[in-house]
């Protein structure tokens, strides 16, 4: 899934990790993030994130 990694670090600002995939999720929502970071957030595996870069390479796997 090919997500703009710009709009990507946007929607997880202000995340303090480690954070969960709800975390992650409802963070985004809160800075209106897209359709497509929603949706590529959304299909994240549920576990615990420990960096931004860590959350952009799983959706990277996506």
């Keep these: 899934m090919a997500v703009n990694p710009i709009e990507m670090q946007k929607a997880l600002g202000g995340v303090n990790y480690p954070a969960s995939k709800e975390d992650i999720v409802e963070q985004a929502s809160k800075h209106q993030a897209g359709q497509e970071v929603m949706d590529a957030l959304?299909?994240?595996?549920?576990?615990?994130?420990?960096?931004?870069?860590?959350?952009?390479?799983?959706?990277?796997?996506?």
Excluded: C, F, T, W
């Design 42 to 62: 959304g299909s994240l595996p549920d576990k615990e994130y420990d960096s931004p870069a860590a959350v952009n390479k799983e959706v990277g796997k996506g």
